[in-house]
T-cell receptor, first 114, second 112 residues
């Protein structure tokens, strides 16, 4: 069965600083990979997805993620964080044929200091 | 936001009582899902539906049942609520089985 590990429970960065959130997955075949963001009291919003092709994926709000098969990783990055990026971020993995039945990581809470 | 409405948004109930949560969508998507969110666990799939009257179990289905009599509505029922079912419940929809999920805003359920 697939699994997802987000090793950082909580991260604090200064506004304007760069950000990298880590995600490692376990799945035998080529995975479908996702990053979602959740603001307090809200549902999850899709930031970006990787299905195949170019391993560097661009998403909304200036985020990008890179799929590295050799490291089983799909880390989320942003070059300059804004205070409005403070939220909880979830990495998720699906698989071909059931990409919408996802296994989620436990989330990373991002705090942005001014 | 995708047209997904969850009701109620908040509910407090007592142990042993039945509870039904409703998810209503206006997108005419075929696939609908119920997830629960708990600290330290992320989101876990309870049940999902791939069409009217077609449902299947997810990772944490014990104690839950679902029904889908219309494309737009997906109901989650706790036949006899327990304290371990205190959680935030999210409904999600997708157009195909390979489409990304779109989530509702959740229902916070407290079982006392």
């Amino acid at each position: 069965a697939q699994s997802v590990t987000q090793p950082d429970i909580h991260i604090t960065v200064s506004e304007g600083a760069s950000l990298e959130l880590r995600c490692n997955y376990s799945y035998g075949a080529t995975p479908y990979l996702f990053w979602y963001v959740q603001s307090p009291g809200q549902g999850l919003q899709l930031l970006l997805k990787y299905f195949s092709g170019d391993t560097l994926v661009q998403g909304i709000k200036g985020f990008e993620a890179e799929f590295k098969r050799s490291q089983s990783s799909f880390n989320l990055r942003k070059p300059s964080v804004h205070w409005s990026d403070a939220a909880e971020y979830f990495c998720a993995v699906g698989h071909t044929g059931t990409a919408s039945k996802l296994t989620f990581g436990t989330g990373t809470r991002l705090q942005v200091t001014l | 936001d995708a047209g997904i409405t969850q009701s109620p948004r908040h509910k407090v109930t007592e142990t042993g009582t039945p509870v039904t949560l409703r998810c209503h969508q206006t997108e005419n998507h075929r696939y609908m899902y119920w997830y629960r969110q708990d600290p330290g666990h992320g989101l876990r799939l309870i049940h999902y539906s791939y069409g009217v009257k077609d449902t299947d179990k997810g990772e944490v289905s014990d104690g839950y049942s679902v029904s889908r009599s219309k494309t737009e509505d997906f109901l989650l029922t706790l036949e006899s609520a327990t304290s371990s079912q205190t959680s935030v419940y999210f409904c999600a929809i997708s157009e195909t089985e390979n489409s990304p999920l779109h989530f509702g805003n959740g229902t916070r359920l407290t079982v006392t």
